[in-house]
C-alpha cells in the first residue's frame, strides 16, 4: 500500500488547512484511516480516525476544530482543520489500519509520508 499525504502549508493561526491522504495498492474502504502528528522534539500522537464504516474520532485537543472525511470511490481521506493554533504546527501523517478504530500507532500497519504543517501566531 502507499499513501500519499498533501495539502500542507503556512497559514496563520485562526486560519484552516485541508490535508489529502490518497492510497494505491489495496482495498481502501476496508481499512481504518488514522491521522498522527509529530512536532520536533516530540513524541508522534494520534489526532484523529475513521473507520472503514465512516465512524469518526478524535484526540481531545482537537475535537471540534478537525474534521474527518473519506471518499472510497477516490481512495482519499481528508483531514479539515479549522481554528489552527501555533501548537497545531507539525508534521501530519495518514495510516491505514487492519484493525478496525485505532489510536495507537502501533496498530496501525502502512503509513504515508508526512506532510508539514506551519501555524504562524
Known amino acids: 500500500v502507499q499513501l500519499q499525504a498533501s495539502g500542507g502549508g503556512l497559514v496563520q493561526a485562526g486560519g484552516s488547512l485541508r490535508l489529502s491522504c490518497a492510497a494505491s495498492?489495496?482495498?481502501?474502504?476496508?481499512?481504518?484511516v488514522g491521522w498522527f502528528r509529530q512536532a520536533p522534539g516530540k513524541e508522534r500522537e494520534f489526532v484523529g480516525g475513521v473507520s472503514s464504516w465512516a465512524g469518526r474520532y478524535y484526540a481531545d485537543s482537537v475535537k471540534g476544530r478537525f474534521t474527518i472525511s473519506r471518499d472510497n470511490a477516490k481512495n482519499t481521506v481528508y483531514l479539515q482543520m479549522n481554528s489552527l493554533k501555533p501548537g497545531d504546527t507539525a508534521v501530519y501523517y495518514c495510516?491505514?489500519?487492519?484493525?478496525?478504530?485505532?489510536?495507537?500507532?502501533?496498530?496501525?500497519?502502512?503509513w504515508g509520508q508526512g506532510t508539514q504543517v506551519t501555524v504562524s501566531s
Open positions: 495498492g489495496r482495498t481502501f474502504s476496508n481499512y481504518a
Open positions: 495510516a491505514l489500519s487492519g484493525s478496525g478504530p485505532a489510536t495507537l500507532a502501533t496498530q496501525f500497519e502502512y
